[in-house]
């Protein structure tokens, strides 16, 4: 599972950030997901070459009827693949996403000129929340160098559970999760995969 958090918003405009002047890379664009019922995992090519295999979150649109999510997989240092998935019980044929924003951003603690800190990194966890499956629990990340509460993302990047029998993305995904970030402060945030209201599948490894 990767997460990020920053203190200050940004836009298409970081794009136009120097890596000489920087030392660092990142980029933010949009993307067309394919819809499930085409059965195509979506390649997107970065803008340009990275160093590493940098982080990438990406924000589901309101296209379709159903409850979706994105999955994130294989990114490398010039790309990633990205399809759409769907719960048990939502298995429609979930439209073409369009529009749909996304960050790339190299691992590491960043500071822009004006002090504003960003941040990415990893969290390998099995830890689930539940309203329906015993054993939930927490995933705690410690944080440093923050005076106030900043913004937290986190993406699931693996399909470590994902049952591989099932023709993801034509068919639902299971375990079904999200990820779910909890009481964020200046010292740090709780993480966990969020099963929502589905019981199918185990979870067997991390994310």
Same mark, same amino acid.
């Given at each position: 599972?990767?997460?990020? @958090?920053?203190?200050?918003?940004?836009?298409?405009?970081?794009?136009?950030?120097?890596?000489?002047?920087?030392?660092?890379?990142?980029?933010?664009?949009?993307? *067309?997901?394919?819809?499930?019922?085409?059965? /195509?995992?979506? @390649?997107?090519?970065?803008?340009?070459?990275?160093?590493?295999?940098?982080?990438?979150?990406?924000?589901?649109? #309101?296209?379709?009827?159903?409850?979706?999510?994105?999955?994130?997989?294989?990114?490398?240092?010039?790309?990633?693949?990205?399809?759409?998935?769907?719960? #048990?019980? @939502?298995?429609?044929?979930?439209?073409?996403?369009?529009? *749909?924003?996304?960050?790339?951003?190299?691992?590491?603690? @960043?500071?822009?000129?004006?002090?504003?800190?960003?941040?990415?990194?990893?969290?390998?966890?099995?830890?689930?929340?539940?309203?329906?499956?015993?054993?939930?629990?927490?995933?705690?990340?410690?944080?440093?160098?923050?005076?106030?509460?900043?913004?937290?993302?986190?993406?699931?990047?693996?399909?470590?559970?994902?049952?591989?029998?099932?023709?993801?993305?034509?068919?639902?995904?299971?375990?079904?999760? /999200?990820?779910?970030?909890?009481?964020?402060?200046?010292?740090?945030?709780?993480?966990?995969? #969020?099963?929502?209201?589905?019981?199918?599948? /185990?979870?067997?490894?991390?994310?």
């Amino acid at each position: 599972m990767r997460f990020k @958090h920053f203190l200050s918003l940004f836009s298409l405009t970081l794009l136009l950030l120097s890596e000489v002047a920087y030392g660092w890379k990142m980029e933010a664009d949009k993307m *067309v997901v394919s819809s499930t019922n085409t059965g /195509t995992i979506t @390649h997107i090519n970065f803008r340009q070459t990275y160093n590493s295999a940098p982080l990438v979150f990406a924000l589901t649109t #309101d296209a379709g009827d159903d409850s979706s999510a994105l999955r994130i997989i294989n990114v490398t240092t010039t790309g990633f693949d990205v399809y759409s998935v769907e719960p #048990d019980g @939502h298995d429609g044929a979930q439209s073409q996403m369009s529009a *749909v924003p996304y960050i790339a951003i190299e691992a590491g603690s @960043h500071e822009f000129p004006d002090g504003s800190k960003i941040v990415a990194g990893t969290v390998s966890t099995q830890q689930f929340q539940s309203r329906l499956l015993a054993g939930a629990g927490w995933q705690g990340v410690s944080l440093s160098g923050f005076t106030s509460s900043p913004v937290v993302l986190g993406q699931i990047q693996t399909r470590n559970n994902e049952r591989t029998d099932l023709a993801v993305p034509n068919a639902v995904s299971q375990p079904w999760m /999200t990820a779910e970030i909890s009481g964020v402060s200046s010292s740090g945030f709780y993480i966990a995969l #969020d099963r929502a209201e589905t019981t199918t599948g /185990t979870l067997t490894a991390n994310e």
